[in-house]
């Protein structure tokens, strides 16, 4: 599951997740630890591999950078990519974030780390900035990756609007229910 900040990735991967019966796995519940501090590559790389080695799970985020998605898209059997416009982004963030500072809620269970309203609004780390700063380069990124040859023998899945992914999801959930289920192996 790949996408711009706030596009909704681990909602959408917590759902496919049930649809599947299988784990889901936040590269950034993986990356980040107390006080913000980013784990190094290497410690990142051994903790995704670790949890890909079964035969089912969804991963959502990406961490190009620290060698993740390599790992995550290798063992893949589908990618899906939420990439929605700048619009639906912020309206999700908006709400994302005002009910994590309402609810004082962990961004990720164990560290400790909250936002605040300094945080969100008022800092160079904003989620709000992040994602008018790495919109286009992402967008960019997930077109040529979804091109190269050595990622052809995964399925690609592309929404650009909610509703389609939305409805996409809607589909899984029937034919889970039904007579006959198929679980995929391993959805990034």
Request: charged letters at 30%.
């Amino acid at each position: 599951m790949v996408g711009s900040t706030g596009t909704g990735k681990t909602a959408f991967a917590g759902e496919l997740a049930t649809i599947l019966g299988v784990p889901r796995v936040e590269l950034d519940a993986l990356a980040w630890g107390r006080r913000r501090t980013l784990a190094d590559a290497e410690t990142l790389q051994a903790r995704v591999r670790d949890v890909t080695a079964g035969d089912g799970w969804v991963v959502d985020g990406s961490y190009g950078g620290r060698g993740a998605r390599q790992i995550v898209w290798a063992r893949a059997d589908t990618i899906v990519w939420l990439d929605f416009s700048l619009l639906v982004i912020y309206r999700r963030l908006w709400r994302r974030t005002i009910a994590r500072i309402r609810d004082r809620r962990e961004l990720w269970p164990g560290t400790g780390n909250r936002e605040s309203v300094r945080d969100a609004f008022f800092s160079r780390e904003s989620l709000f900035w992040w994602a008018l700063r790495t919109y286009r380069g992402r967008r960019r990124d997930c077109a040529r990756l979804f091109a190269e040859p050595r990622y052809a023998h995964v399925a690609k899945l592309r929404f650009t609007r909610p509703g389609d992914a939305e409805a996409w999801l809607a589909a899984g959930r029937a034919s889970a229910q039904g007579p006959s289920t198929s679980r995929s192996s391993a959805t990034s």
